[in-house]
């Protein structure tokens, strides 16, 4: 595990990445600017901002990476800054971002310690308010080439917290962090390509919510991998509730559940909008009886349903 460290009142930032990482290459921490990405590339408009603050730069290698594709890295990064309390400001992925433009237009390390491959990266921007109001900032990029994968992360303090350097953990990663492995994807893949449906079974909703409980889904990066894998494919997502309230309140209820699951695809995952759709059936096709706390939890649940064929 690598653990990227801020003192003071920022806490600490600990990061759990895949076997093997490698922290490569630094840059000290000194007084200066960075320029973070707020959306994707344009030539009208400005695409960024500019962070000041104590910044420092980090570069990890992963060899012998297959399993560990753009999407499942910053898949699992994003998760762990999510619950850590910093806040996806920005996500992207490759030409959505804007292609060749937008990776040389930031500092996101250099070769060959970094490599980028503009066909195949992932961008993410997010920050942390503190009580104090001070913010402070993380930028990510994460490619492969070959087996190895590649990630730079940069981190913007205020100035009077200066962060210490990083420090290297061999301890077993927890198993907070589940996105890092692939584990799930062949069943998952193979159900869909079985039965043309599967259930997110790890999606969890609360009686009455719409909204996602965290962002730590294995089977939301196994979609997105399998997604990006193909552009031509087409999935949509099912929404499915329990038999609490009226057909009508429950079917806009599953509706938003499934457009909140496809949002995070699109805005955390990077997929392409094009290639997902939403839609709500409320408790039509339940899969377990309403009459206790089990089997109305089975029910709330989000399935993807394959609306192409390979």
Do not use: K
Not at 86 to 115: K, N, Q, T, W
Not at 121 to 146: K, L, W
Not at 237 to 255: C, F, K, P, R, Y
Not at 297 to 303: G, L, S
């Amino acid at each position: 595990m690598a653990t990227v460290m801020f003192a003071g009142g920022a806490g600490a930032l600990d990061l759990n990445l895949p076997p093997g990482a490698e922290l490569v290459a630094t840059e000290p921490a000194h007084p200066g600017d960075l320029s973070i990405a707020h959306g994707p590339f344009t030539a009208e408009a400005g695409f960024t901002t500019l962070a000041r603050g104590i910044v420092q730069e980090f570069t990890w290698q992963v060899p012998d990476a297959a399993t560990q594709s753009s999407a499942i890295l910053a898949g699992a990064v994003s998760a762990q800054l999510d619950e850590q309390g910093y806040e996806i400001v920005f996500a992207c992925a490759d030409r959505a971002c804007g292609g060749f433009d937008f990776r040389h237009a930031l500092s996101v390390g250099e070769a060959p310690m970094m490599h980028v491959d503009l066909s195949d990266y992932r961008y993410i921007a997010a920050e942390r308010v503190e009580e104090t109001g001070e913010r402070n900032h993380v930028a990510v990029m994460v490619s492969r080439g070959g087996r190895t994968a590649y990630l730079h992360l940069a981190t913007i303090t205020p100035p009077e917290v200066a962060p210490p350097p990083v420090t290297g953990s061999s301890r077993t990663p927890e198993q907070t962090a589940p996105v890092l492995s692939p584990t799930t994807s062949p069943r998952l893949i193979e159900r869909l390509f079985a039965t043309g449906a599967a259930a997110l079974d790890d999606l969890n909703f609360q009686t009455g919510a719409s909204e996602l409980s965290g962002r730590n889904y294995p089977s939301l990066v196994t979609l997105a991998e399998f997604l990006a894998e193909e552009p031509a494919r087409r999935v949509v997502l099912v929404g499915h509730t329990d038999a609490e309230g009226s057909l009508e309140g429950n079917i806009a209820l599953s509706q938003a559940r499934a457009e909140a699951v496809r949002r995070h695809l699109i805005d955390i995952l990077g997929v392409s909008p094009d290639q997902v759709a939403a839609a709500g059936i409320g408790f039509l096709a339940p899969r377990a009886a309403n009459d206790t706390d089990t089997g109305r939890q089975a029910n709330r649940r989000v399935e993807v349903v394959l609306s192409t064929t390979d």
